[in-house]
């Protein structure tokens, strides 16, 4: 367990947890750093069959922590820590999709922004009824460069375009309906279902699964990572725009900000 991460086994599965329930497990560098640590360490665990990713508290995930990037832009050149954070973020949800195992994710709650890049890139995902999703980038000035392309290769078109473009949320049985999600479930049978699930994967030969989910992720999907890789850049240059600045200022404030005359 580290500060932002907490890792558990319940062998078949290795749990992965989002741990910083009072930000309502928003990320910073640090909890990507962590996040990347655990998977590298799940990644070596023999007996474990699947990851289950999850969220401490009530919520999944939050997406970026605005507070600690609101503190990055008062800095004389912000910039110089985006080269470091967008690629860290990117190398996280690459190492999702290359990851050997499956990947569950439990969605326990709320999850936002830069969250639903984390939840798009686990292979099937199972959400309480009270789960809602959004990625309210537009709205702060910012854009969904992770999450964007991971969307469109679940989604029709036509949805996740008036999803990602309009920042509005949706709940548990619309995300289902339109294939955000594969599964809803009561509040207190989300992570045993993915267990049940991880559980099912013993019945299939490691290394088969493991080259499956390569076709799929690597091959099937291969110009996701480009797509990827475009959307981690123009991460970086949204965030340093005026229009981000005012954005995130907003939302330390606690203000509303209207777009209609930018």
Known sequence: MT????????????????NRPEQRNALTPRTVSDLQAAFYDL?????????????AGDCFCSGTDLLHLHEQMQCPDPESFWQEEVPDLLALVDSMLRFPKP???AVNGPVRGVGLALMLACDYIIATDHSSFALPEVKRGLIPGFAAPLLTRRCKT?????FIMTGTSVDA??????GVIDERVSDDLVWARAQQLVTEFISAAPTSLQLT???VNET?????????????ANTA???STDQARQGVEAFVQKTTLSWRDA
């Open 43 to 55: 990644h070596g665990e023999k007996n474990v069959r699947g990851i289950i990713l999850t969220g």
């Open 158 to 162: 036509g949805f996740a375009n008036r």
């Open 220 to 232: 099937i999907s291969e110009a996701l990572f480009t797509q990827l890789s475009i959307g981690a």
């Open 213 to 215: 989910r390569q076709l």
């Open 173 to 178: 049985e619309t995300a289902l309906s339109e």
């Open 3 to 18: 500060e932002h991460v907490e890792i558990r086994k319940d062998l078949p599965s290795g749990s992965i947890i989002i």
């Open 237 to 239: 240059a949204a965030r």
């Open 103 to 105: 990947i569950i994710a």
